[in-house]
């Protein structure tokens, strides 16, 4: 089993930033992916950005490439999302995912994600 506990979300305007945090505890994998998703209210969730494997590989979704950075630190087990320039479309709740294993060939699959925590509000107002 993994825990996954998210921090950090919060209210900013338009052209704020927030860093969110994922801490994880349990089990320790020699190998996983760790994914960051968001779901707007109405909205299915969606993928968001994922880190994985040796070298801290990453992977974005087109629309948040150049705004959002993954980062993770192995020995505090938690993974990171920086938002910068943040916009009203970017309010959702935002969940951290992790998945066994990890491959070049990224997937953006929620069901493809073995834990999840149980998410924080980021809300952008303008």
């Known amino acids: 089993q993994v825990q996954l506990v998210e921090s950090g979300g919060g209210s900013v305007q338009t052209g704020g930033s927030l860093r969110l945090s994922c801490a994880a505890s349990g089990r320790t994998f020699s190998s996983y992916t760790m994914g960051w998703f968001r779901q707007a209210p109405g909205k299915e969730r969606e993928f968001v950005a994922a880190?994985?494997?040796?070298?801290?590989?990453?992977y974005y979704e087109d629309s948040v490439k150049g705004r959002i950075t993954i980062s993770r630190d192995i020995a505090k087990k938690t993974v990171y999302l920086l938002m910068n320039s943040l916009k009203p479309e970017d309010t959702a709740v935002y969940y951290c995912?992790?998945?066994?294993?990890?491959?070049?060939?990224?997937?953006?699959?929620?069901?493809?994600?073995?834990?999840w925590g149980q998410g924080t509000q980021v809300t952008v107002s303008s």
């Open positions: 995912a992790f998945k066994l294993g990890w491959t070049t060939r990224w997937t953006t699959r929620r069901d493809d994600y073995d834990y």
């Open positions: 880190i994985g494997g040796s070298a801290g590989s990453t």
